[in-house]
């Protein structure tokens, strides 16, 4: 998800401003490009404890909109019933500041898209989601609540076999530059599964980054309090590319929301 992989890494750095009269203005057109030890969305990991590349592109208008997309490789919707190993995000918004821009927003929507999902889940629900975003914030601490206006949050379906449309995601985030390169991160977010109380938990996040010059490495641990052990097939212990059906089997079931460290690079040009 939209990111997830980058933002991470980055966030910690406070880029110095150019003091220069004639120093060049910023490209509206910026690209990205990353690698991470293991793909975490809120805390679950994408990819079953593999690593995952990534690649974006955003385009910011002078009057604060913007658009852009992002992509990952992914192996979650293959891993059971679907296909497909990409995960594509589109997205776009609005942002500015006020109060002598120290203080900002931003209003949005995203599209987390999985090309050639076939059938993802057990009863077919659809994996793609789409979600609209408002966050504010001051200095380097922000807050963050998505919304989700799609039929279902990424293929769960409700208790009763109903839709998950109007799940949410409340967050916070934080980051600091600790000078010569150096930056600390941190999050906490709590996910709602509509009518689905066994999908709901917290995860949270400490970061530390370093600009290397070519790009910025990141190291960070991440942990959710989401029900993930396989022995008792809880809610987040998923299949993997060994999974062996049969009942009471737990052959290629992983617990893809517990807690790790995950080593990530990213550059932005």
């Known amino acids: 998800m939209k990111k997830t992989l980058i933002a991470a890494t980055v966030a910690g750095i406070v880029a110095c401003p150019a003091f220069a009269e004639d120093a060049p ?29 990534s690649a974006g592109v955003d385009y910011a208008f002078s009057n604060g909109f913007y658009i852009g997309a992002w992509a990952s490789t992914i192996t979650w919707v293959k891993d059971y019933t679907g296909k497909g190993s990409t995960e594509v995000d589109l997205y776009g918004g609005y942002r500015n500041t006020f109060a002598g821009g ?3 927003y931003d209003l949005g929507v995203i599209g987390y898209t999985y090309p ?16 609209v975003y408002a966050a504010l914030s001051y200095k380097t601490l922000s807050v963050k609540y998505s919304y989700v206006v799609s039929d279902y949050f990424i293929g ?27 930056g600390l991160t941190a999050h906490v977010g709590h996910q709602k599964v509509k009518d689905l109380n066994i999908a709901d938990y917290t995860d949270w996040k400490i970061g530390i980054t370093k600009d290397v010059g070519f790009g910025v490495v990141g190291l ?35 617990d893809v929301a517990k807690g790790k460290a995950v080593l990530s690079f990213s550059k932005s040009f």
């Open 102 to 104: 120290d203080w900002g």
């Open 220 to 254: 960070a641990y991440s942990d959710t309090n989401a029900k993930g052990e396989c022995s008792a097939f809880e809610a987040y212990c998923w299949p993997d590319s060994n999974f062996v059906s049969g009942v009471g089997s737990t052959s290629g079931l992983k």
């Open 116 to 131: 050639n999902h076939g059938s993802a889940t057990l009863f077919g629900e659809e994996p793609n989601t789409t979600e």
């Open 25 to 53: 203005a910023a490209s509206p057109l910026t690209f990205n490009v990353g690698a991470v030890s293991d793909y975490l969305f809120r805390g679950v990991s994408q990819t079953h404890g593999d690593p995952a590349v």
């Open 156 to 182: 769960w379906r409700s208790a009763s076999g109903g839709k998950t449309d109007g799940s949410g995601y409340l967050e916070a985030n934080y980051s600091h530059d600790l000078g010569n390169g150096w």
